[in-house]
């Protein structure tokens, strides 16, 4: 999430009230989760495992719960929680607007879009041309949708993103300040639900299509002409490349890619990366020619206690 223009480091501790190392002019453009990190963004880092990690990032701001070694070329933010601090920028800088009508006046809608009535369209939403928004849509503050795209009801765009920390009082939620991205061609079946990425864009990529109740968690990227059945639920922060297929009710974990032209079979639970060009089957996904067998094998054991008995 870049900033509406360049902060000075002196300034963004003034917003945390905490302490800094390095130039107070040092020059801060925007803050990112670590995967999307770019030179001149803030990232947080809360836990020791993770400390060089972040101090190794592309971030030149780090955001952390210990005075430590700077890196040369960077500087530090020094917090007594992080976590706090990032959501107390993400309030700074994207506050939330109360909507004041169906369709804010903001709203940019693109030559022969067609938005049916109960349809809610949020601040700087910005929608291309030839689109078919069906009736309860839901499309958040700040979401992209391109050109010739349909949307059937129910669908909800730009939801928080799914990321707690788990504290002694409760759970404490990560504040979304990111978007979601739909590009041109798109088709999003029926109660599909799409979350806004954190600081960064969720993206679905052209082409693609999606069939009713489909999940897509926060900053997670999907790739051009992939095709997703019903029931699929995809986690935060995964990479689908393009021209994958997922059949119904697979489960994707968090933080994965799955390669080009993939496909998986239905209800497969996906746990780790897979490679491009082969198909999958199973909970955890293997490929599926060799489960199959593996299936085909366990088949034969009664038969072969049967024999030895």
């Given amino acids: 999430m870049k900033f509406p223009q360049k902060h000075t480091l002196k300034q963004i501790a003034t917003i945390l009230s905490c302490d800094f190392v390095g ?3 040092f020059p801060v453009y925007g803050m990112n989760e670590i995967h999307v990190v770019e030179p001149g963004d803030i990232v947080f880092v809360d836990h020791p495992k993770y400390y060089d990690k972040a101090l190794q990032s592309a971030a030149t701001i780090v955001l952390i719960n210990k005075k430590v070694e700077c890196p040369k070329g960077k500087a530090l933010l020094v917090s007594d929680d992080p976590f706090r601090d990032f959501n107390t920028l993400t309030n700074f800088f994207k ?5 004041e009508a169906a369709i804010a006046p903001s709203a940019k809608i693109g030559e022969g879009t067609v938005i049916q009535p109960g349809a809610f369209i949020g601040n700087d939403v910005v929608i291309g041309k030839n689109c078919l928004i069906h009736a309860n849509v839901s499309i958040y503050d700040g979401c992209v949708i391109g050109d010739h795209v349909t949307i059937h009801a129910g669908v909800v765009l730009g939801a928080d993103a799914f990321y707690y920390k788990n504290r002694p009082e409760g759970f404490d939620k990560l504040l979304s300040g990111g978007r979601v991205v739909i590009e041109d061609h798109v088709d999003l079946g029926a109660l599909c639900t799409i979350d806004k ?56 974990a968090s933080a994965i890619r799955i390669g080009t032209k993939a496909v998986l079979y239905a209800q497969s639970g ?32 009664p038969s072969i206690i049967k024999k030895l008995g």
């Fill in 23 to 25: 130039d107070e002019d």
């Fill in 95 to 99: 506050p939330f607007q109360k909507a």
């Fill in 197 to 252: 990425g954190v600081t960064g864009d969720t993206t679905i990529g052209e082409g693609s299509k999606l069939d009713n109740n489909v999940h897509v968690g926060h900053d997670t990227i999907i790739g051009k002409k992939c095709l997703i059945a019903s029931q699929v639920g995809i986690a935060g922060c995964v990479i689908i490349e393009d021209e994958v297929t997922i059949w119904g009710q697979v489960g994707i």
């Fill in 270 to 301: 996906v746990g780790k990366s897979l490679e491009p060009h082969k198909s999958y089957f199973g909970s955890p996904a293997e490929e599926a020619n060799k489960k199959f067998k593996e299936l085909a094998s366990i088949r034969q054991i």
